[in-house]
Every structure is written in C-alpha cells, then in structure tokens.
C-alpha cells in the first residue's frame, strides 16, 4: 500500500503545479477582463470558484424558463470541481443572476518517458480524461440555452503525444471536432469545447491567450 502511494507521488506533485500555475493564470484573466470590458460600470463583476454545487447548476438551467423537469439529487451537497476552477459573471443589481463565462480543466497524464529512462516497464495509459466526462456533461447541459460553451481543457504528458490512440478519446468526448482549436460557439447543433492537448507542458502565457479568448467570447455574448 505504501508502495503504491509513493507511485503517486510525482503525479499529484505535477497537479498541484498545474493547479497554482492555472490559478494565477485566472487572476490574471480577471484582471483583463474587468479593464477590457469596463465590468463594474455597466454594473457587473466576476466571480471565481474552485468548485460549484450541481444545485447551482441547475438553478441556472432553471433560470432560461425552458426546462421543469429534473431529477432528485442524492444530497445537495454535491459538486462538480474544475482543476482549474469555474468564472462566473454575476450582477450587482441581480444576486441570482449567474453565466459561466470560463471553465478549466488541466490533465497531466503519461509517465512511461520517464519509466523507459529509469529502465523500468512501461504502464497502462492512465484515465485522466477520463474524470472530464462528468464536468463536461454538467456544463454542457447548464449552458444548453446559451449560444455559447466556454470550456477549456489543457492536457500534456506522453501519453498525449501526437499519434498516441488515447487522442481518439479527447476527440470523442469533444464531439468529433479538432484537438487544439478555440471552441466556444455552438455550430451545427453540436457544442464543442477547447481541449488543447500535447506533449509539452503549457506556460502561463500560452494558457493566458486561450484563457483570455474563450473568456471574452462569452462575456461579449452574455452582455451585448
């Protein structure tokens, strides 16, 4: 048992750097945002949280006045938690007044570059996208009504190489279109999202400039 925690260790150590780095990227987005848009005088203001209840989520669907049915929650409590957090944009004059204006996951996911260095066998691809279907899911249903889907993952590790099989995941999950595109409006019928997915690891300016766009894609809509 031991054993297996120490395994884990590099792995949740590369987590938690990529969730500071993609947190300090986000300070950085708000920042911008509330200059570029001049938020606080047309009486609005962001808002940024780690992780948001699936109550929440669905008072927001409930908000549009399209949809009345919906299931009975196990317990209330329940929430969904972005690696790197959800924005949301909220009105001074309005406390239920909620958008989601960004979303950001950010995987890590291979080791076997390192274990082939070390000498050692390689290992089974990880399933760290895996854990993305439910996030997405529940974003992709709240924002049903919207015109847009500002959601974003950043992947990197050798198991997302270019012509590693596990891409075909990402491109499933993200509806058959294009790897490493900014999504944010519907087309088609169909709600694609971001996923930025390689094997380099990303910098804060390449996340800023992804981050920034998808944010202002949505803000735009939901003001004007």
């Known amino acids: 048992m031991r054993k297996r925690k120490a395994q884990h260790l590099p792995k949740n150590t590369l987590s938690a750097d990529d969730d500071k780095k993609v947190s300090v990227v986000m300070g950085l987005v708000i920042k911008h945002l509330n200059n570029r848009f001049k938020l606080a005088e047309l009486g609005y203001y962001l808002e940024y949280v780690k992780s948001i209840k699936l109550t929440e989520l669905i008072s927001i669907i409930k908000s549009y006045d399209k949809r009345t049915e919906f299931a009975t929650l196990t317990y209330e409590d329940a929430y969904i938690k ?51 279907g439910k996030n997405l899911i529940g974003i992709r ?46 087309r088609e019928s169909y709600a694609p999202v971001s996923m930025y997915f390689r094997e380099k690891e990303w910098q804060k300016h390449e996340l800023f400039d992804i981050m920034k766009e998808i944010a202002e894609a949505s803000i735009t809509t939901y003001i004007y």
Request: include cysteine; charged fraction near 30%; proline fraction near 3%.
């Open 141 to 186: 249903a709240t924002l049903q009504y919207e015109k847009v889907t500002p959601f974003v993952c950043f992947g990197w590790g050798i198991d997302f190489a270019e012509g590693s099989g596990i891409r075909n995941r990402v491109i499933t999950m993200n509806e058959f279109y294009p790897l490493n595109r900014v999504f944010v409006h519907k």
């Open 82 to 132: 972005p690696d790197g957090g959800t924005l949301v944009l909220r009105k001074k004059d309005d406390e239920n007044y909620k958008r989601i204006a960004l979303v950001v996951e950010m995987k890590h996911q291979g080791t076997n570059d390192k274990r082939l260095e070390a000498g050692l066998k390689k290992q089974a691809q990880g399933n760290a996208i895996e854990r993305l």
